[in-house]
């Protein structure tokens, strides 16, 4: 799936651009730091409602679009 790689790619790169390791990402998100990992690795897709959550990497960097 494209939006898939998309989205581990975009989750992954905001995640080093912003700093953070996949521990402290996980704990902002609210998820395990499994979960964190298999995102970034496209084993896992992401839910909306994760992909919403306020997190300190906005989900516009995420989704590699603008904010609205």
Known sequence: MQLLRILA?????SRR??????????ALARLNR????MLGREE???TVDVIERPVA???ADVLGCDSP
């Open 44 to 46: 896992n897709a992401a």
């Open 17 to 26: 651009a912003y700093g953070l390791p996949q521990e402290e990402l996980a």
């Open 57 to 59: 990497v906005p989900a």
């Open 34 to 37: 499994n979960s964190i990992g």
């Open 9 to 13: 790619r975009n989750l992954q790169r």
